[in-house]
């Protein structure tokens, strides 16, 4: 079984910037990709930024030059700086990893840590 747990949400007024952490445990062999996903009350999960094990990024073009996802493959961690925040950033925020453990494929999603970005 893998955990993730994220830290670094919380309240900013908008044009701050705030970086989100997320630090996968358990039975781990490989993580594949490592995404950051947000929810706003009534609304969908959306993807905002996904990382491959090899570098490669994708944003949702609402944060393109915005935000900025990285990732430690050593210590199974993703972050996601987030600068220029605007108040339609507020959404809680979800980290999600696609891997294989000991017992198979996995993919798992965090608890999810609020962003409110204030006017």
């Known amino acids: 079984q893998v955990q993730l747990v994220e830290s670094g949400g919380g309240l900013v007024q908008a044009g701050g910037s705030l970086t989100l952490s997320c630090a996968a445990s358990?039975?781990?062999?490989?993580?594949?990709?490592m995404s950051w996903y947000r929810q706003a009350p009534g609304k969908q999960r959306d993807l905002v930024a996904s990382i491959t094990s090899g570098g490669s990024t994708f944003y949702a073009d609402s944060v393109k030059g915005r935000f900025t996802i990285s990732r430690d493959g050593a210590k199974n961690t993703v972050s996601l700086q987030m600068n220029s925040l605007k108040p339609e950033d507020t959404a809680a925020y979800y980290c999600f990893a696609v891997g294989r453990g000991t017992t198979g494929a996995f993919q798992s999603w965090g608890q999810g840590t609020q962003v409110t970005v204030s006017s």
């Open positions: 358990g039975s781990i062999f490989s993580i594949n990709t």
